[in-house]
């Protein structure tokens, strides 16, 4: 044989060998089931949040578990609390504070996600509903379905609107996602259908009875779960899954039989102190307003009141019994994905992450929504599964967060913490609870005191120093805004956040060290006035691309300017020239 064929022989060789090992090395690593909820809060069995939550699946899961009581999220809606913990960078670094697609932030993109990270290492990556907010499907080995936020009620004009039970001015103000609840029903002898789907597009969904229907979304999505997973526990292929649903999501539609599991007239509500609201400032964000009507939660509240002709009580029990109805179906569907892994050869090798991207607040500080920084929207569940490591039945009192879970995983599965594509990515801001999972109590983790949450409030463009946030210590919560108002509350003595202590002489040097604890966390430096144009320039840019009429790829200030006032000749602008 001549050298040279031999060599390339050789070579090639060599080259299916390299391409083979991640996938060797991954065969004798931990399989991963990643399941996230959608706005759900502490409003689970052993978590305290209400005491008739009927979650018996999901107790289940934190008895064989560790469950990290004082799990927060790094901030409190959808799409950037979901693009921080499944790139784990906090927003403040990534830039990602809103509702533009995660990946067009330069950092995101260059860094790998977690499912990509584990595709690059071997495993096979499949996904199914709400995991990322959107866009993401190709980071995944193989996706089922979309996001499906239904069921909605349809009015037969070809419009979607809120439950046929809900009075306005809620189902008006509020509309067929967060201005809709109650029970899936047969709607025959009305105008109105039932639809379901995503913003990409609906269908009709069949409800006759309880016995002759069509699923929801969350029940296609764990039948496929349960399917896929009954395959890879044949196939012995390393995994990991994402399993992504809706509920309790608005609109809170199940089938009746969860509303049926919690009477009206016995639903206890949740502890509020009237007047609470007095002594926060998160309404303060308001543009030269002081007025709550300005801040969607508090909308949201008085809207449900005035809906139920000012009966607070009724309106609250109204919209818990939903809420418990819906967290109620999402433990049935997860007590399905359990069944197959607890009954096949994937229980002693797969490990369960069980969480939610934010909570919810039920009314505590006038306030029905997400978006804040109390304990009602920061607060998410949080239970890992971890054969062989984790304590089985413990409880973890330290403040963690979602930014944490990568790396955790990593550290489980013994895969590189180097998540960057390239040095315009960055190394994950979080740290691996493994520590924890194997102690509890008294695990030496390398974590932060607090929990770090940051507040979406939407801009063009969004300055890391400029934004408000919150970190909520073993016993305490200190809250900045952007416009500099405080918040400080003893959770150890003040569990509900009741009393904000910023204003008392005696806590003025606990709030020095904690102010100076968040501000050494982000950076510091807020931009000049000539970097904000720059940078809402270049966001214009990226949304008008037509805007670059010489077609050079840059977009000039005359370029711009001629555009907007082309798209807007009444000359309505924000932003400056």
């Known amino acids: 044989m001549h050298l040279p064929l031999r060599l390339l022989i050789l070579a090639l060789a060599l080259s299916i060998l390299l391409y083979a090992a991640p996938e060797a090395d991954a065969k004798d690593r931990s399989n991963v089931l990643f399941i996230v909820c959608d706005d759900l809060n502490d409003y689970i069995e052993t978590l305290g949040g209400h005491p008739q939550a009927r979650t018996p699946n999901i107790r289940r899961l934190i008895e ?9 999220c790094n901030i409190p809606i959808c799409n950037p609390s979901r693009a921080s913990f499944l790139t784990g960078l906090y927003p403040h670094t990534s ?24 595709r690059h290492h071997g495993y096979h990556a499949l996904g199914t509903g709400k995991v990322m907010h959107n866009r993401g499907r190709d980071q995944w080995s193989e996706f089922g379905y979309l996001s499906d936020y239904g069921p909605f009620a349809n009015d037969g004009q070809k419009k979607d609107v809120a439950h046929p039970d809900i009075p306005s001015p809620f189902r008006d103000d509020f509309g067929a996602v967060d201005g809709s609840f109650g029970p899936l029903r047969n709607l025959e002898g009305t105008h109105f259908t039932w639809r379901t789907g995503n913003w990409a597009g609906k269908r009709e969904l069949k409800y006759q009875s309880e016995t002759d229907r069509d699923p929801t979304g969350d029940e296609l999505n764990a039948a496929w779960a349960v399917k896929k997973l009954g395959e890879l526990a044949v196939s012995g292929k390393p995994f990991l899954m994402g399993l992504g649903f809706i509920r309790p999501h608005t609109p809170l539609i199940v089938p009746r039989k969860y509303f049926d599991l919690f009477p009206l007239e016995s639903i206890k509500l949740p502890e509020i102190r009237l007047g609470d609201i007095e002594d926060t400032f998160k309404h303060t964000l308001a543009p030269g307003s002081d007025d709550r009507s300005d801040d969607r939660g508090h909308k949201m509240y008085s809207s449900l009141i005035k809906s139920f002709k000012g009966d607070r009580e009724l309106a609250l029990r109204k919209f818990i019994q939903a809420y418990l109805a819906s967290v109620a ?14 009954s ?30 109390w304990q009602e929207s920061t607060r998410v569940p949080l239970v890992i599964r971890a054969p062989g490591v984790g304590k089985a039945g413990g409880a973890c009192p330290l403040p963690v967060s979602l930014v944490d879970l990568y790396p955790t995983l990593l550290d489980l599965c013994g895969l590189s913490a180097d998540t960057r594509l390239n040095p315009k990515g960055r190394p994950l801001d979080g740290y691996s609870l493994k ?43 200190y809250v900045r805004y952007a416009n500099g108002k405080e918040e400080l509350y003893h959770t150890a003595e003040d569990p509900h956040e009741w009393h904000n202590l910023a204003s008392k002489s005696e ?5 020095q060290r904690y102010r100076k604890d968040l501000l050494g966390i982000i950076p510091s430096r807020p931009l000049s006035e000539e970097q904000k144009a720059t940078r ?15 077609r050079d790829g840059k977009l000039s200030w005359p370029e711009l300017n001629a555009h907007r006032v082309k798209k807007d000749p009444a000359g309505d602008q924000k932003k400056p020239k």
């Open 344 to 373: 096949s050869s994937l229980k002693d090798n797969t490990i369960i992450v069980f969480t939610s991207d934010h909570g919810w607040g039920m009314g505590e500080k006038d306030y029905l929504y997400k978006n804040s920084l």
């Open 64 to 72: 064989s578990g560790v469950s990290f009581t004082q799990a927060h």
């Open 536 to 550: 809402w320039k270049n966001h214009y840019f990226k949304k008008n691309p037509s805007a670059d009429t010489n």
């Open 329 to 342: 179906s999402v433990d049935d569907l997860v007590g399905e994905v359990l069944k197959v892994v607890e």
């Open 507 to 511: 806590q003025a040097g606990r709030l």
């Open 435 to 477: 520590p924890l999972l194997m102690d509890p109590q008294e695990g030496a983790w390398d974590g932060p005191e607090a929990a770090l949450t940051a507040l979406y409030k939407w801009a063009d463009y969004y300055d890391p120093a400029g934004q408000s946030y919150s970190q909520r210590y073993r016993d305490w919560r």
């Open 95 to 118: 830039g990602c504070y809103g509702f533009d697609h995660w990946d067009g932030y330069e950092v995101l993109k260059n860094s790998r996600t977690l499912m990509a990270h584990f």
